[in-house]
């Protein structure tokens, strides 16, 4: 009797409380991961020299790129206005004249473009189709474009020059990368993060044209990669970076293939949808368990690629 008593006390309490709902505490468990994932070791490292006139300065898991040039500065990108702060008091520290001549936007995601006002730099430079953006959302505190490229165009500001890249297919359609010839250092925000676990930055694109502009950047000529969010590296990390993340694929559509998906959906299934994925945990994990981000992404790298495949969630053909 007493038994039962307790039985029911325990079946109450794990369908009522929320203190005692497993789905509820690994959900929560999962949300606390991606936080640690935003806490990698190359976060928060301030301003650092990347060559004798480029400085890269990271703070919190943002990370931009300032240019010295004979005309002022030039920054990309501004992030947020707690960014700006501590990125003007860490030039103040090295003694670099924190005057801005020119921002160059990435994108128009808030998150990269906040703070960019204080700045009152003369030039900000954008995708022509920024503004459109910005119109139905939140910029008030970026900097308002004053020139426009339409994509991959070569500036010169104060004897530096600039290659802009379209990356557009990788992220977001304004997105842009800056190239720097001189000192060969390339910044592409929102593309990959050297040495991270991830396939692409959110919000999520066809994953063809990821890689094709993944491709496009590997044929410049640059020594340095530099992430808009955590760390930076030379070629070598950018190049084992890209071979991970088409290994992930490769093992993806060969799992996909073993199984047909296109007649046996895996979504449909509760023994063959859990195998698949634990097949592909365990395969990518012995080669990229200890890679940052790991547990944090395999899932939902898992669910894109299936999604990608099931739906042909393409590209298309380039029109004539
Ligand atoms: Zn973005």
């Known amino acids: 009797m007493r038994h ?3 039985a029911a006390i325990v079946a109450a309490c794990f369908s009522v409380l929320p203190a005692c ?3 509820r505490l690994i959900m929560a468990r999962a949300v ?3 936080v640690a994932f935003f806490h990698h070791e190359a976060s928060d490292t301030g301003l650092e020299r990347l060559a004798p006139q480029v400085y890269t300065f990271a703070f919190e898991s ?8 004979s005309e002022g500065l ?5 992030f947020n206005q707690r960014y700006v702060d501590a990125l003007l008091g860490a030039l103040e520290a090295e003694g670099v004249e924190a005057r801005v001549n020119t921002i160059i936007y990435s994108h128009h995601h808030l998150d990269h473009v906040g703070g960019g006002r204080s700045l009152e730099a003369p030039h900000v430079l954008a995708h022509r189709d920024v503004p459109r953006y910005w119109a139905n959302a939140n910029a008030s ?3 308002a474009p004053t020139q ?4 991959t165009q070569t500036i010169e500001i104060g004897g530096v020059r600039f290659e802009l890249i379209d990356t557009s297919d990788a992220h977001s359609e304004t997105l842009l990368a800056l190239y720097l010839p001189e000192s060969r250092i390339l910044y592409a925000p929102d593309t990959l993060t050297p040495g991270v676990f991830q396939l692409g930055w959110t919000p999520e694109v066809p994953i063809d044209g990821y890689l094709r502009t993944i491709d496009t950047l590997a044929q410049l000529p640059f020594e340095t990669f530099v992430a808009s969010h955590m760390g930076y590296a030379q070629r070598a990390g950018f190049q084992k970076t890209v071979e991970m993340q088409r290994d992930v694929v490769e093992t993806a559509k060969r799992l996909f293939d073993a199984r047909d998906i296109s007649n046996v959906y895996l979504h449909y299934d509760a023994k063959i949808a859990p195998d698949g994925f634990l097949e592909f945990y365990d395969e990518l994990h012995a080669r990229y368990g200890d890679w940052h981000g790991f547990d944090q992404n395999i899932l939902p790298i898992f669910i894109r690629l299936y999604t990608t495949e099931l739906l042909g969630d393409v590209l298309p053909e380039q029109s004539t």
């Open 148 to 151: 426009f490229t339409d994509g």
């Open 62 to 69: 943002d990370r931009g790129i300032v240019v010295v040039t």
């Open 4 to 6: 039962h008593f307790y």
């Open 141 to 143: 505190d970026a900097a």
């Open 32 to 34: 606390e991961a991606q």
């Open 74 to 78: 030039v920054v990309s990108d501004t």
């Open 21 to 23: 709902n497993m789905n």
